[in-house]
């Protein structure tokens, strides 16, 4: 089926945006087999989720349900990606058309379905429409997609809530014991961290709380690391990048600062020369940044942490020969 140009640039916007946050080094990205799609990708580490895309221009809202079964339909991805047209009647339309899915079988997948919006206007082959557009695409995607699928729902109340602990470094170990070692009782636990029982239950049941661990019970009990925890350790990891001096070229890494900007972790705006640690920290206790990267200093001293290195994809077997 022939496609516009708008349909096209959008499309393929979807992937550049995905693939340029790879760059994080917080997850990798694969272009995957479109089958029925106008895009797919597959992000990893070690996880992979898949997400499928459809992009509404051209055709008018008769085609919407036909692209919304195409997407409901397919199995064992994480998110479906529909971008559309901003017009009233096609907003309607999709109403309608996800209301229909409610009583059917459809139903439990509608929750994996993420649309954005386009304006109607734009058109492509003017550089600052393309720009504006791109633009906002990048950050809805962020926020609502790649935040939500590879951060494993990572939010900003998360990161201030891990970061006000009053015991620096010790949820990183936490989070990176269970992650390595498993998690098989209070006192063992305690023991292998070399800290009191008393402070590592309070520890470990604030991370329960936060959504960083889980359990089968309630009451907690043989814990596990969640997603959000994954995704707040390799933040951390890269954190200690920065702190090092190796986050990148000149120690910047445009794609890591700018997720770290969305759940509010302004680490650029503290110098690698601040002192962190010791009597004459100088670290602002109502700035969750300076707090996360007290945490992060603190770990790394104290050789606490097996931090988790940067994710790169390795490259397509046919770019190989």
Not at 27 to 52: A, I, M, N, P
Not at 230 to 236: E, K, P, S, V
Not at 288 to 296: D, E, M, S, Y
Request: some cysteine; hydrophobic content about 35%.
């Amino acid at each position: 089926m022939a496609t516009s140009p708008e349909h096209d640039f959008l499309s393929h916007a979807a992937l550049r945006i995905m693939e340029s946050a790879s760059r994080s080094g917080l997850f990798g990205y694969t272009e995957g087999q479109r089958k029925l799609f106008d895009f797919s990708c597959d992000l990893k580490k070690d996880w992979s989720k898949v997400v499928v895309g459809q992009t509404l221009w051209q055709h008018g809202g008769d085609g919407i349900d036909k692209d919304l079964r195409t997407l409901l339909n397919e199995r064992d991805i994480a998110a479906a990606v529909y971008i559309a047209r901003h017009e009233s009647r096609l907003r309607s339309r999709f109403a309608e058309v996800t209301q229909s899915h409610l009583d059917t079988p459809l139903r439990d997948r509608l929750s994996r379905l993420r649309v954005f919006w386009v304006p109607a206007d734009f058109k492509t082959g003017d550089e600052k429409s393309e720009k504006s557009t791109y633009d906002s695409l990048r950050e809805e995607i962020t926020k609502d997609l790649l935040l939500h699928v590879a951060l494993g729902g990572l939010t900003p109340q998360d990161v201030q809530r891990f970061a006000a602990s009053r015991r620096p470094g010790l949820p990183l170990a936490i989070l990176s014991h269970v992650k390595k070692d498993g998690y098989r009782n209070h006192r063992h636990t305690a023991k292998a961290l070399d800290v009191s029982l008393d402070a590592l239950r309070y520890e470990t049941e604030r991370l329960f709380i936060i959504g960083f661990l889980e359990s089968e019970s309630l009451q907690g009990g043989i814990y596990h690391v969640t997603d959000s925890g994954n995704a707040m350790l390799d933040i951390c990891s890269r954190l200690r990048d920065y702190l090092n001096g190796n986050l990148g070229q000149n120690n910047r890494n445009a794609e890591f600062e700018h997720i770290c900007s969305l759940l509010g972790i302004a680490y650029p705006s503290i110098p690698i020369t601040t002192r962190l640690l010791g009597k004459d920290a100088e670290v602002d206790l109502q700035d969750p940044t300076a707090l996360l990267l007290q945490h992060v200093a603190q770990a790394d001293r104290d050789g606490s942490v097996h931090w988790p290195g940067p994710y790169f994809a390795l490259p397509a077997a046919s770019t190989l020969f």
